[in-house]
């Protein structure tokens, strides 16, 4: 069974930083592409970015590119999101997500809450 | 960015009745042989749940009742008959190039 664990979330201040992890279990982590995606309270679903397998390759959605930096560890089946100069906008539900390729979106973790607030 | 508009934002349908959903794209996410798009379904508290790819694919394990279709720039949504359990908002999402964007969701509430 397909399984994506995020962590991390919490209460952070403006301008700071966080980072999120997304830990995948029940597939071959090391072929999948992957992606974060968020969702504001009672907004809806914002892409963030994606990674390929192999590190390779990384796109952003160009508002974003400037602030978050996604990485992962094939090796500990881990995914991460680097969150930095963080303001009231970001607060959100962090979702990661595995892509088919670079279609849809099939398989989704429960989330991890980013509160940015002083 | 490619722009997907949803309507109505939200509706309210009768039990057993049919739900039609709209998502209308900036630009066209197709081609001769593929439509890049697909729909969620997603219940409060809960992540969103793949229903429809490729614009009119079931998803494996999705009900029969669910259905999409279209090409180009507009597509849709149906559920018939709507239950109790597909109370929901309902997304659409391309994947024509990048950054892959989501309608702004409808909400379904079942009368």
């Known amino acids: 069974e397909v399984k994506l664990l995020e962590s991390g979330g919490g209460l952070v201040q403006p301008g700071g930083s966080l980072k999120l992890s997304c830990a995948a279990s029940?597939?071959?982590?090391?072929?999948?592409?992957m992606s974060w995606v968020r969702q504001a309270p009672g907004k809806g679903l914002e892409w963030i970015g994606e990674i390929n397998p192999d590190s390779s390759t990384i796109n952003y959605t160009p508002s974003l590119k400037d602030k978050f930096i996604i990485s992962r560890d094939n090796a500990k089946n881990t995914l991460y999101l680097q969150m930095s100069k963080v303001r009231s906008e970001d607060t959100a539900l962090y979702y990661c997500?595995?892509?088919?390729?670079?279609?849809?979106?099939?398989?989704w973790g429960q989330g991890t809450l980013v509160t940015v607030s002083a | 960015d490619i722009v997907l508009t949803q309507s109505p934002a939200s509706l309210a349908v009768s039990l057993g009745q049919r739900a039609t959903i709209s998502c209308r794209a900036s630009q066209s996410v197709s081609t001769s042989s593929y439509s890049y798009m697909h729909w969620y379904q997603q219940k409060p508290g809960q992540p969103p749940k793949l229903l429809i790819k490729?614009?009119?694919n079931l998803e494996s394990g999705v009900p029969a009742r669910f259905s999409g279709s279209g090409s180009g720039t507009d597509f849709t949504l149906n559920i018939h008959p709507v239950e109790e359990e597909d109370t929901a908002t309902y997304y659409c999402?391309?994947?024509?190039?990048?950054?892959?964007?989501f309608g702004s969701g409808t909400k379904l509430e079942i009368k």
């Open positions: 997500a595995r892509r088919a390729a670079t279609s849809w979106f099939a398989y």
């Open positions: 999402q391309h994947s024509w190039e990048i950054p892959p964007t």
């Open positions: 490729y614009a009119s």
């Open positions: 029940g597939f071959d982590f090391s072929r999948y592409w």
